[in-house]
């Protein structure tokens, strides 16, 4: 009987102490529970917070994409308005382009209709000599023959890439000087015969097609009006840039040495005649001519005359000492002018 009750007691021990790790089990599970309840209740708390803001961007992204829609149809009528705008205005300029065509047109068949009437010789106006000076004996125009025109040319080269706009012979006739749209001056020496051309020197640094060349008297220093409103001049020897004449509001038609060499008479499309000085390096006189300047002339045989002539076809005589100017009026514009070395307006 007491063997029995031992067994008993001891078995009964046993049990409680497995109910106690039970009971330890249990409370550990139950906070364990606790916790994940707690962390539920925090990822629940966190997750509607993350869709709280996912249908906040949702409504944003909606009214984005209405925006978006709404610029899309805007940009698509403006490409619309600007393509109408653009067919509009290249049927303005066609237009505007047929009519140009049909004045010049009309302007050439009027120049060729006039060209076939017989015209009385163009005086221009004597220029009175200084009070220091003899009256003149002659004027220094004359009145010339029959015209001469020329039919074969007795040498041809290529002188530049693009188009040639201007051309002189040095004074001692040993060099040509060409200007060209690839804005180069280029130095040729040619035979006595004419029928030769080589390459002296290509004088560089203007920044537009050329307009004009000249040589001084010493057939070194040549001179060019270009498109980019300046003139320049080069020594060919060293083939320096010694004077850069800046100061034209428009491109240069043409720039050209007066008698002593030591001035140049520059004519522009902005409408003005500039003197310039060389020693100072200075324009020292603006000619107001009202009309663009296409060419000039000056020189020993004209005195203290400048000759320009313009686009509103007219030549304009300017007196060198007083800036005063006299003008007789042509039947088309000038682009050109030259004159036939004779006697001087003070002789």
Known sequence: MTTVLKAKEVELAQKDGRCRELEKLTTSLQDRLTACEHNLANANRVNQSVMDENQTLQLLCNTQQSKYQDLEAEFEYIKQQLLTYKTKAAEDLNDENIR??????????????????????????????????????????????????????????????????????????NYLATGGGDKMV????????????????????????????????????????????????????????????????????????????????????????????????????????????????????????????????????WDERTYNASEIALEGKITSLDYLPGKRVSD
Not at 270 to 278: C, E, F, H, S
């Open 186 to 317: 280029k130095v040729w020496n040619v035979k006595q015969d004419l029928r030769t051309a080589d390459l002296k020197c290509s004088l560089s640094g203007s920044g537009g097609g050329i307009m004009s060349v000249q040589f001084d008297q010493s057939s070194k220093t040549v001179l060019a009006a270009s498109n980019d409103s300046m003139a320049r001049i080069w020594t060919i020897g060293d083939l320096i840039t010694r004077h850069t004449l800046a100061g034209h509001s428009g491109k240069v038609m043409t720039a050209k040495f007066m008698e002593d060499n030591n001035k140049v008479v520059t004519g522009s499309h902005d409408r003005t005649l500039k003197i310039w000085d060389l020693q100072r390096g200075a324009c020292i006189r603006t000619l107001f001519a009202g009309s663009s300047c296409n060419d000039v002339i000056t020189g020993k045989y004209l005195g203290s005359t400048i000759i320009s002539g313009h686009f509103d076809q007219r030549l304009r005589f």
């Open 100 to 173: 140009i065509k049909k004045h010049r047109e009309e302007q050439l068949k009027k120049q060729q209709e006039d060209a076939l009437k017989p015209k009385a010789p163009v005086v221009p106006p004597h220029v009175p000599p200084s009070k220091d000076t003899k009256p003149a004996s002659e004027p220094f125009y004359r009145v010339l023959g029959p015209a001469i025109y020329p039919s074969t040319p007795c040498h041809t080269f290529e002188a530049h890439d693009v188009e040639v706009s201007a051309l002189c012979f040095s004074p001692d006739g």
